[in-house]
Nanobody, 117 residues
Framework: QVQLVESGGGLVQPGESLRLSCRTS????????MSWYRQAPGKERELVAS????????NYAGSVKGRFTISRDNAENTLYLQMTSLKPEDTAVYYC??????????WGQGTQVTVSS
């Protein structure tokens, strides 16, 4: 059974940083392309960043490029999202998921990020 446990969210001021973690189990993490999504109140869930399994190639949404960094630790089955220069519009619940699981709607509980002065 796929388990995704996101953590590291919190309340920060604009310009500050956070590092999100996603501990995973129940599937072959090292062979899975992984992504971070976020969902703000009243909005659709959106893709934030992705990282491939083998080459580690990374892709980012335009709104976070240059501020967020996705990484993975295959030995620990853990995905990370380093977020810097946070803005109020980054406020959302953040979720990690293996790309193959998106169509099966297998989301974790997410972690809340709130950026406010």
């Amino acid at each position: 059974q796929v388990q995704l446990v996101e953590s590291g969210g919190g309340l920060v001021q604009p310009g500050e940083s956070l590092r999100l973690s996603c501990r995973t189990s129940g599937f072959f993490f090292r062979s899975s392309d992984m992504s971070w999504y976020r969902q703000a109140p009243g909005k659709e869930r959106e893709l934030v960043a992705s990282i491939t399994s083998v080459s580690g190639r990374k892709n980012y949404a335009g709104s976070v490029k240059g501020r967020f960094t996705i990484s993975r630790d295959n030995a620990e089955n853990t995905l990370y999202l380093q977020m810097t220069s946070l803005k109020p519009e980054d406020t959302a619940v953040y979720y990690c998921i293996p790309d193959w699981a998106v169509e099966f709607d297998q989301w974790g509980q997410g972690t809340q990020v709130t950026v406010s002065s």
